[in-house]
């Protein structure tokens, strides 16, 4: 038995899974995976990467851009299912409304990685990243930050905390070698009565490992996300997420 808010604010979660390969997978390649995703994610389209470099020179500005192959982009037909593959890796979001980490998602990324394996024979996984994206809207504007969150802004006294406007990064170091990166920021105001904050937290592993470990690393860059977002949160805002109710 678990527990889950009634009124999840994800908007977004995405899992990359980055294989080990000393080849890079050809356009036609990802075709195939295309035709065996047709069913679940029948919207399909391919997009070329690139990657824009600025170069600086006296009296002069000049963007280059390089190729980087082709990604696949396979949506369901309700739109809140996507799996993307590029020739690097290999990606599973889930927009909203969040069916949950063990009651979908996690299969549905698992289902993805073995359709990969079984058509390009990956072996090894190099990296996986864990990213859940959070919109929280308080009804209170200004917003008066402790009533609703348990961390404190990083401001001196002089400063007043209720209101303003804020962008917050945060990189740590984990156990078992993880990494979280977090980030916080207020939106635009687009209704004179809430304020709006983004919640972006990501966990990471990296390293080189059998493609057997995998179920076993996803758990891991999963496990921090529950505790990292509770406790980030007061029972006034938890209340406002409808509370918990036990799955």
Excluded at 28 to 41: H, M, P, R, T, V
Excluded at 73 to 80: C, E, K, L, V
Excluded at 105 to 120: C, G, K, T
């Amino acid at each position: 038995m678990k527990r889950r808010y009634k009124n999840p604010p994800i908007v977004e979660a995405v899992c990359e899974i980055h294989f080990e390969s000393d080849q890079l997978l050809t356009a036609s390649q990802l075709l195939q995976i295309g035709e065996l995703w047709k069913a679940d994610y029948p919207n399909q389209q391919t997009v070329e990467e690139k990657n824009l470099e600025l170069q600086v020179n006296l009296g002069n500005a000049t963007v280059k851009t390089n190729p980087l192959g082709t990604r696949l982009i396979a949506r369901s037909s309700d739109g809140t299912r996507i799996a993307q593959h590029s020739m690097r890796f290999l990606a599973v979001n889930q927009l909203k409304p969040y069916p949950g980490w063990s009651e979908s998602f996690r299969a549905n990324i698992l289902s993805r990685i073995q359709d990969s394996v079984e058509l390009f024979h990956f072996e090894k996984v190099r990296a996986v990243n864990l990213r859940y994206i959070d919109r929280l809207d308080f009804p209170q504007r200004p917003l008066i930050w402790s009533e609703w969150l348990t961390i404190g802004l990083p401001v001196p006294d002089c400063i007043p905390v209720a209101g303003g406007n804020f962008q917050f990064h945060y990189q740590q170091t984990l156990d078992n070698g993880l990494n979280v990166f977090t980030n916080l920021t207020t939106l635009p105001p687009e209704n004179p009565d809430l304020t709006s904050i983004i919640l972006d937290a990501t966990v990471v592993w990296q390293g080189s490992t059998p493609l057997e470990k995998c179920e076993e690393l996803l758990d891991s860059v999963h496990a921090p996300h529950p505790k990292l977002f509770d406790q980030m949160l007061s029972e006034k805002t938890q209340a406002l997420l409808g509370g918990y109710e036990t799955v």
